[in-house]
């Protein structure tokens, strides 16, 4: 059967990766036998320049009614004193597609090895997985901004903690059977419920170790020992720090892909970084990050292993060549990459 993928480009360097994994998935789809059509939809600042809202009632309708979402990146300097920002558009997005599961792989290419700021023996065996919760947290409790003071509010139930620490516990038993849940238990009340619910999630998995960890000295620990964590699960906020740090163990955030799961409605596929503003129409950004993401979808929406297989290994065949974009210290346009990738699937 025909599958509908949704694609959202938004800003900056989003259409340029979004056209190179779409010219991935092309290239690859004939060999597993993938049929597919792509509706392209306005999203983010060029949503807000096209439909003046950075999700149109249209984007959200295709979404909602799509197989699977590919999304690039959204944001821009230009777009700060927008009545809506293009975030806002992206928070909506994930909360209306109930995708409050955020499943960020870190693994590093050995190609990439000798590129880390790290040393070998510290990103040797690197393999773990930062489950972030989505939808809620204080990017979804209110905001307040007086002249003179300001307030934000986090919010968490016991039924938001114990599905997103259920995930972690399930990605878990297929992998090294560690959960790493992470707070910030010595000051926040949400991260005291927090612990509660993972303690209590725990029981059901006694082939699982979980170990919880407070947040600043996780933030550390990923750095100097990352080869100990295996599934990393924590809230949204700390979910979006602790991912982009994650970045450093490969060297960039060029080639850090993303998933995101709701309960039975569409996955949705984006790298974890943004629009990177000051590099967009260079034709330099490193499209890996998007073509990781289109071998995400092909494997958790569509089941196709062997697709997301050869993407995978082509993009580490290819970089072993010695063909890296800027971001790993080459020279390779970000349309010398991708060709580059294809002629190795
Ligand atoms: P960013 O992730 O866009 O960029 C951070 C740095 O990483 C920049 O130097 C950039 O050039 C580099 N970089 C990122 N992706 C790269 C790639 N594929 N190849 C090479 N280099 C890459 O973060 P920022 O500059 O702080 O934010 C820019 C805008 O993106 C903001 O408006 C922010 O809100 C938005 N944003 C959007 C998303 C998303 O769409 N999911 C995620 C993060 C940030
Ligand atoms: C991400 C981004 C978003 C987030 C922004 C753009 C709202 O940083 O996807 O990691 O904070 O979730
Ligand atoms: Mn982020």
């Not at 991935?24 to 939809?41: Q, R, S, W």
């Not at 009545?83 to 994930?94: F, M, S």
């Not at 725990?202 to 170790?209: G, L, M, N, W």
């Not at 490969?250 to 409605?265: E, F, I, K, R, Y």
């Amino acid at each position: 059967m025909t599958k509908k993928i949704v694609t959202l480009a938004g800003d900056g360097i989003g259409p340029e990766i979004m056209a190179a994994g779409l010219e991935v998935l092309a290239a690859v789809a004939p060999k597993i036998k993938f049929d597919y059509t792509v509706e392209a939809k306005h999203f983010g600042g060029a949503a807000i320049d096209a439909a003046g809202h950075p999700l149109p009632e249209k984007t959200l309708t295709a979404a909602k009614a799509a197989d699977a979402i590919l999304l690039a990146a959204i944001g821009g300097p230009q777009y700060n004193d927008a009545a809506i920002r293009p975030e806002q558009g992206l928070l909506a997005l994930r909360q209306e597609l109930g995708l409050f599961a955020n499943i960020r792989p870190v693994q590093i290419f050995e190609a990439l090895k000798h590129l880390s700021p790290l040393k070998p023996e510290i990103i040797e065996g690197v393999d773990f997985v930062v489950v972030r919760e989505l939808t809620g947290g204080i990017y979804f409790g209110e905001h307040t901004l007086k002249e003179r003071s300001a307030r934000d509010v986090n919010d968490y139930s016991y039924e938001e903690i114990e599905r997103i620490i259920k995930i972690a516990f399930e990605m878990a038993r297929g992998r090294g059977k560690k959960v790493t849940s992470v707070d910030k238990q010595n000051v926040l009340a949400t991260s005291k419920l927090w612990r509660i619910v993972a303690d209590d999630v725990a029981k059901s998995y006694p082939d699982v170790i979980l170990e919880h960890a407070l947040v600043d000295s996780l933030a550390m620990k990923m750095i100097t020992n990352p080869s100990d964590f295996d599934v990393i699960v924590t809230e949204n906020l700390f979910g979006d720090i602790l991912s982009d740090e994650s970045s450093v163990l490969p060297g960039t955030l060029g080639v850090m892909p993303s998933a995101s799961h709701s309960d039975n409605g569409p996955s949705l596929y984006e790298p974890i970084h943004g629009s990177a503003p000051d590099i967009a129409g260079l034709g330099i950004a490193n499209p890996i990050s998007m073509i990781l993401s289109v071998a995400m979808m092909l494997r958790e929406s569509f089941n196709e292993t062997a697709g997301a297989q050869y993407i995978e290994n082509a993009v580490n065949k290819t970089l072993l060549e010695g063909v890296l974009t800027k971001d790993l210290g080459g020279t390779a346009s970000l349309s010398e990459m991708t060709a580059a990738i294809i002629a190795n699937l």
